[in-house]
C-alpha cells in the first residue's frame, strides 16, 4: 500500500520570504497523481497544486511550486513571497491511476506566517 | 454555483446513539468520500462510493455505514456513537471520466462530531 511521510509537524517563515514543506512517498507504481492541499482555521480544504509522475517539468501555480523528484520519490512544496493568509495546515496526498482509488494523505505541516 | 455542503456543521451526541452528518453535492459528481481528521492522523477514509448503489469501506470504517441512493448524497451514519468517534469530518467528491476518478477531490466545509 502507498504510504505519505510529512516529516516537519510544524514550520514557520517570516512575511515576504520563502518556505519549503517536504513530502515523501513510497509506491512501486510508476504513474501517479501527487498533491498539496491547504486548510485554513476554516477547515475547508483547497487544492493548492498537483503534479502527474509522468511529467517531468515541476508544476507551478503563482507563488507556490512543487520540486519532484520522482527517484527519489520526494514531493515538497514550495511558497515564495510568504503572506499572512498562507498560515493554514497543508496535506501532501498521492493517488494512484491504476484502477479507481481514493487519496492517500500525509498527516499534514502546520505553516505559521510571522508579520 | 456548485457546491458541495455538510450538515450539521456542529454537533454533540451521546454515547451509543445514532447520529447521521449529511453531504450533499451539486457537482454531479460520480465520486464521494467521508474522511475523517484528527490530530497526529490527517485525514483517513472512513467510506466511499463511485456511484449510486455503490459503497466501499475505507481505513477505519468500523462502526460507520454510508449509503448511496442518488447522485447528489453520500449520508455517513454512527450507527451507535462512542467517545473515539469524536472528530472531524469531512466529505468530498470527485468527478469520472471513462470509469476512472479524476485527480482532484472538493471538500465540503466539514462536520465537528463530539461524542459525550
Known amino acids: 500500500a502507498q504510504t505519505v511521510t510529512q516529516s516537519q509537524p510544524e514550520m514557520s517563515v517570516q512575511e515576504a520570504e520563502t518556505v519549503t514543506l517536504s513530502c515523501t512517498y513510497d509506491t512501486s507504481e510508476s504513474d501517479y497523481y501527487l498533491f498539496w492541499y491547504k486548510q485554513p482555521p476554516s477547515r475547508q480544504m483547497i487544492l493548492v497544486i498537483r503534479q502527474e509522475a509522468y511529467k517531468q517539468q515541476n508544476a507551478t501555480e503563482n507563488r507556490f511550486s512543487v520540486n519532484f523528484q520522482k527517484a527519489a520519490k520526494s514531493f515538497s512544496l514550495k511558497i515564495s513571497d510568504s503572506q499572512l493568509g498562507d498560515a493554514a495546515m497543508y496535506f501532501c496526498?498521492?493517488?494512484?491511476?491504476?484502477?479507481?482509488?481514493?487519496?492517500?494523505f500525509g498527516k499534514g505541516t502546520r505553516l505559521s506566517v510571522i508579520a | 454555483d456548485a457546491e458541495i455542503t455538510q450538515s450539521p456543521r456542529h454537533k454533540i451526541t451521546e454515547t451509543g446513539r445514532q447520529v447521521t452528518l449529511a453531504c450533499h453535492q451539486t457537482w454531479n459528481h460520480n465520486n464521494m468520500f467521508w474522511y475523517r481528521q484528527d490530530l497526529g492522523h490527517g485525514l483517513r477514509l472512513i467510506h466511499y462510493?463511485?456511484?449510486?448503489?455503490?459503497?466501499n469501506k475505507g481505513e477505519v470504517s468500523d462502526g460507520y455505514s454510508v449509503s448511496r441512493s442518488n447522485t447528489e448524497d453520500l449520508p455517513l451514519t454512527l450507527e451507535s456513537a462512542a467517545s473515539s468517534q469524536t472528530s472531524v469530518y469531512f466529505c468530498?467528491?470527485?468527478?469520472?471520466?471513462?470509469?476512472?476518478?479524476?485527480?482532484?477531490?472538493?471538500f465540503g466545509p466539514g462536520t465537528r462530531l463530539t461524542v459525550l
Open positions: 468530498a467528491s470527485s468527478e469520472s471520466r471513462g470509469g476512472a476518478s479524476t485527480d482532484t477531490q472538493y
Open positions: 496526498a498521492y493517488r494512484s491511476v491504476v484502477g479507481n482509488t481514493p487519496l492517500v
Open positions: 462510493s463511485y456511484g449510486v448503489q455503490d459503497t
